[in-house]
């Protein structure tokens, strides 16, 4: 599909519009012109926060690797601009996304597989990216689009969200982080039990289970919510949120003394933050605190 056609089908709000012919308001939040990508939309839908959508519609958003490339580097952008301090990445209100893509991967042979790294790029979301990503998933969520979900710091979903490792069915297993990040978010037996037999299950279940953090009754609400949640933390000191998404994220890599003593030496490092006396002498005087991001 051209770009131009790909700009008229878009809804409203996520259309790409020249930052000259923006609102001054809007424009204010957009200093860095928005780059134009095949598979994603970026926007900046609220100050602060960043967001990017999957958009290979005829594929469900199935992750092939150009895809993946487009989705590092708007990442990469966002975690780089000043105006930006979380970013959400989101699909379709039919597929956040359908997993790798199979038609790409089926020809792979082993050596072609290990001596390029298949798939290791996709992991430069959680070592590249300091700013918070919040996922909003909507629709499938299946094999590696599960797993993108699961690399995101906070996962919000609809109640009838579509997730799952069907790997298994295609005679083969994981290979995002699926077998080890929900085996953490919902324990082995369940895990075990979702990845050996390919199993769907619901956003209500997620939530349930602990590996969605809220399920939202629908498509609007999610994106709602999900936006007001990504606004909220887009009004702390950037120092604070990207110190506390470090420390969150150790817990998952260290045992509890190294992970305490890692939490500690970051919180005294942020003594030396402008933002930290900013804050307690706000709080002190009972007014807002106004950051600096320093
Ligand atoms: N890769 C490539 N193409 C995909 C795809 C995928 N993962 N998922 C869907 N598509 C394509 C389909 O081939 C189809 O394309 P055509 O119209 O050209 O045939 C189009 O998207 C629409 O799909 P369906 O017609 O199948 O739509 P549906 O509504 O009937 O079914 C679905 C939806 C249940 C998600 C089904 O498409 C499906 O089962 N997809 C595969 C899910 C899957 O197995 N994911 C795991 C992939 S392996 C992996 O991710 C490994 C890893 O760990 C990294």
Not at 120 to 142: C, F, Y
């Amino acid at each position: 599909m051209s770009s131009l056609r790909a700009v008229k089908m878009m809804p409203l709000g996520y259309r790409i519009l020249p930052t000259s012919t923006l609102p001054r308001v809007v424009r204010q939040f957009s200093s860095t012109p928005a780059r134009s990508y095949e598979y994603l939309l970026t926007s900046k839908p609220k100050p602060g926060v960043g967001q990017v959508q999957l958009n290979r519609p005829k594929a469900l958003n199935a992750l092939c690797t150009p895809l993946i490339s487009e989705l590092n580097e708007a990442l990469k952008q966002f975690n780089s601009a000043d105006d930006v301090s979380v970013i959400i990445v989101t699909g379709s209100e039919k597929a956040f996304a359908a997993g790798a893509d199979i038609k790409e991967m089926a020809p792979l042979t082993f050596s072609e597989a290990y001596t390029k790294s298949f798939i290791e790029s996709w992991s430069d979301l959680t070592t590249q990216v300091k700013k918070p990503i919040l996922a909003a998933v909507s629709g499938h969520a299946l094999g590696g689009g599960c797993e993108l979900a699961m690399m995101c710091d906070i996962l919000y979903c609809t109640e009838t969200a579509n997730f799952g490792q069907p790997e298994v069915k295609l005679g083969t297993i994981p290979g995002a982080g699926g077998s080890q990040r929900l085996t953490r978010a919902i324990g082995k037996s369940k895990a075990m039990e979702l990845i050996l037999t390919g199993k769907s299950f619901s956003g209500a279940d997620a939530e349930k289970w602990g590996l969605a953090a809220k399920a939202f009754p629908s498509y609007e609400a999610l994106m709602e919510g999900v936006t007001k949640t990504a606004e909220t933390i887009a009004g702390y000191s950037k120092v604070a949120i990207i110190g506390a998404k470090e420390v969150v994220n150790k817990s998952q890599d260290l045992g509890l003394r190294d992970g305490v003593e890692y939490e500690r030496r970051v919180f005294h490092s942020i003594f030396g933050s402008q933002d930290q006396k900013i804050g307690m002498k706000a709080f002190a005087e009972k007014r807002k605190p106004e950051w600096t991001h320093q």
